[in-house]
């Protein structure tokens, strides 16, 4: 099963109950970005490291996601989905939405946006990361993209993207015993290596270029730890 193909705009009509209130195009339907979300749960490998959130990104890079809504219109119920800075948000598994053939309802132009799930490895609070603990997050990482994507087959997970809102957030260094490194490069691009646009400060933390024992350290939260391929 592919993912991303599930999260494309539908052709199935729209329900009666909706159709004066959703404009022609601006909805996707809800059954598509569900199944694509089950995957993720029903998945039976080890991805404890891992969390799956539903995207939207501008298509092109230069949108922004200021003011943009999603919301989920299910019959005599309307919820709205909040977006986190990556414009990703916790997807709501609601079997009686899913029964009703609920839609998402995004207040742009859909045209301007990809939709897609997101596999990210779990931040944590202290900012400390065991580099044997980022390996096999992106292990997990590759697992998962392999067995659900036939684009991931050959693709070779090789290291992790830690990404932040501003530069003087980004200060990464790597700790052997008690020495810790000078500050890891960083540089202006995406989330995510497949998009477009350069809207953050990221810091590329590659396995090849790093010892295999020791820490990562962070001095504030990323807003998401990303699997680089190769």
Sequence with gaps: M???RLLCVCALLLPAWLAAQVPDGEWFSYRDAYRSMVVFEKYGKPKH???NHFQISPRDGAGTLDGLRLT???RGSQLNLPL???GRTVFPLLKAAYDDNAVLVLNRKLSGYVLRPRVSIVVRADGVYEAA???AACEQAQAYQRATDAAFRGGQCVGVRFVFARKGEAQLRLRQGAQDSAPLPVSDGPAFPDEAGAGFS???Y???AAPAQGQVVSASAPLAIVPLYQ
């Design 206 to 208: 590659r396995f090849d």
């Design 84 to 86: 986190d800075p990556l």
């Design 133 to 135: 603990d980022l390996r």
């Design 72 to 74: 989920l219109n299910a």
């Design 202 to 204: 990221v810091v590329n």
């Design 2 to 4: 592919n993912p991303r």
């Design 49 to 51: 490291f891992l969390q």
